[in-house]
């Protein structure tokens, strides 16, 4: 069965664990959480997470800024400035080393030609770990501000010079061979190249230090003036809260009234049901008594009838003189 290589949403996820832990994305530490997968696939997907990423970045950012956030990003701007310095240091002792190598090349053609390939590997692996320890940052300081474009800028810089860096380097190998004077010039002029890049690099990091001061002050202002709607919204929410209390103490009250009057009304209602019901009874008592001397009124009719039946027919008794 063939293997399945990693996909993009194995990436994802390793990236969003990275994220809970505070831990900024990249090749390797991905590779660490997924336990397989090669670099180039990987750097492949982490560059499309990163490039969806920043085709969101005009979404609008909440207006408040949470104190989490701003401890945050004080955090990562205070590592972003150690990360700076350090790689500055690390570039003015590179210069000097390579100025120190360029000048015993004459001496140490054969053996430069021997080690070049090891320097230009070790060289390669520092600067691809600034590289990463740099993008990093910046994909962390991009999620936190609305700088994401000049920091994306500020790696695109980086890049080129490390890539000016390597070529560097394979021009002083194919070029062992030049003569000392040569040499010199070339020593000098990287020197002269590597200063300038330095004055650049320090100025950019005090600009932007001075912007990020700013949008630090900024968000507290906002916040401060967040905070101050807040409490009136409170306010406002608390005093129609007592009117509704009061309207609902009102309201109970009538709706009392109402049940104790309906209450009135139905005991007068089942009192004049109990009188109605006495006078139907006493009624239907009449009415059966009427019907009985009704009936003994017939019975008499009837027998009056009879006997005056009777005295017509009976024989007159004799007449005595």
Known sequence: MARTGVQYEDVQRAI??????????????????????SFTTISDHLRDWRQ?????????????MPDSLTETLATVWKEAQSLANESLVHYRQE???????AREAQAQAQRRAEDAE?????????LAQVQARLEERVQALATLTNEQEHWQQLQDKLEKRLTLAQEDIAAMERTREVDHERHQQAIQAQESEWK?????????????ETRLMKMLDDARLEKSELDK????????LEKRVERL???AAEQRKQLQEEERRRFEEASARQQ?????????????????EYSRLEAQLGQLTHENKLLKERLAFAPLPPFVC
């Open 118 to 126: 090891q320097r230009l590997s070790a060289l390669s692996e520092q």
């Open 245 to 247: 209390d009061a309207q």
């Open 229 to 236: 709607q807040h409490r009136r919204r409170q306010e406002q």
């Open 95 to 101: 210069a000097d080393k390579q100025t120190v190598e």
């Open 16 to 37: 969003e664990s990275l994220m809970a832990r505070g831990e900024a994305p990249s090749v390797q530490k991905i590779r660490e959480v997924l336990g397989t997968g």
């Open 272 to 288: 004049r049901e109990t009188e109605l019901k006495d006078m139907r009874a006493q009624l239907e008592h009449s009415s059966a």
């Open 52 to 64: 969806r990423r920043a085709e969101k970045r005009d979404e609008p950012l909440s207006q408040a």
């Open 196 to 208: 300038e890049r330095l004055a650049q690099e320090e100025a950019r990091h005090e600009a932007s």
